[in-house]
């Protein structure tokens, strides 16, 4: 589950759909077990359950998967899972904000460091990267959901700080201790959300091109590949143009 929206656009653009979706529901299957074994199993009185089913149900993962996930956590043989979040640099520069979930510390980092290192960049110590980021509350609408201008009105009046519209979707940003009411007033106006969580906003972005971006791009494919991590987030701004090149 990448962070950045370009890097999400681009791996579709190369066909990795399929085989990302499958990645996927075994994230989403790791957070609810994990959120159903930090609290209650019901998501009704469970706020972290309730939020990691209803964005599994976003990305249509099969309710077998989402019950099956919830009853893991009750099992004596249930994994104990670490968050853990690392921080560093990719090339040109580029900040980047790895979250994981793990139940191999040891394991966990080995991996991040090395696709780190292989791939033109270097991992820091935790806040190297992070200060330059605000924690946000971030919602995801597909472009189904309205237009630019309903989606940006609808935000408004939720109470929303900023909405970032493209041809794949809406993401609106909230204050971190508002995400829960804006998102409930965004339901009622938009219909459900894809996705609802707490994620890192770059303050500003770096600039990268060439065979830079190149690099990146595969640093970030490596680092969501990994079973390990949850998310991957990214400050590069490059250009459309790159971006077509790229994905040619």
Known sequence: MAGHSKFKNIMHRKGRADSARSKLFSKLSREITVAAKSGMPDPTMNARLRLAVANARGESMPKDNIDRAIKKASGGDAETY?????EGFGPGGVGVIVEVLTDNRNRAAANVRSTFSKNGGNLGETGSVSFMWDRVGEI????????EDAVMEAAIEAGAEDVESDEEGHVIYTAFDQLSEVAGALESALGAARSTSVAWRPKALTPLGGDGAGALLKMLEALDDDDDVQKVYSNEDIAAEDLEKLAG
Not at 140 to 147: E, L, R
């Open 140 to 147: 995801v609408y597909p472009a189904s959901a309205g237009s």
């Open 82 to 86: 670490e968050e853990i979040r690392y």
